[in-house]
């Protein structure tokens, strides 16, 4: 499953210096992730409230190789590369143009709030196999 996400850095996403302040990398993972599967037809609030499924992160990275900057137009294009029992990767790229600013991974669990406490689930086959598409 792919998905591209766009969006325009804005000035509150900078430092002093006019660059983008590196977590927002991390909160842009998590907006592709969301979108990426929104597209696979799992928004994420649906989940929650209809199967009570929520998809909490394990493991995220990123390694940055060239800055941006104030108004620049970035594509995260957002793949999912591994499906295992309870959790998936989701690989994350970041375009300005046809330059790649940056790259990272998210791992994240398939996890049922249905009973007090929070517990990973396997993913069903039917997901599996969307996301994997």
Known sequence: MKNIYTFRV??????????????????????????????????VAKLQSDEKIITPLLEAFCQFKSPLLYDDEVAVHSEVVEVNNKVFKIKHTFKKGDQVVAEGHEVRAWTSVAEDRPKAVPVPEHVKNILLS
Do not use: C, K
């Open 10 to 43: 804005v000035w509150g996403d900078t430092d002093a210096a006019g660059i983008v302040f590196y977590p927002n990398f991390y909160r842009w993972m998590d907006q592709a992730s969301h979108e990426l599967l929104r597209s696979a037809g799992f928004p």
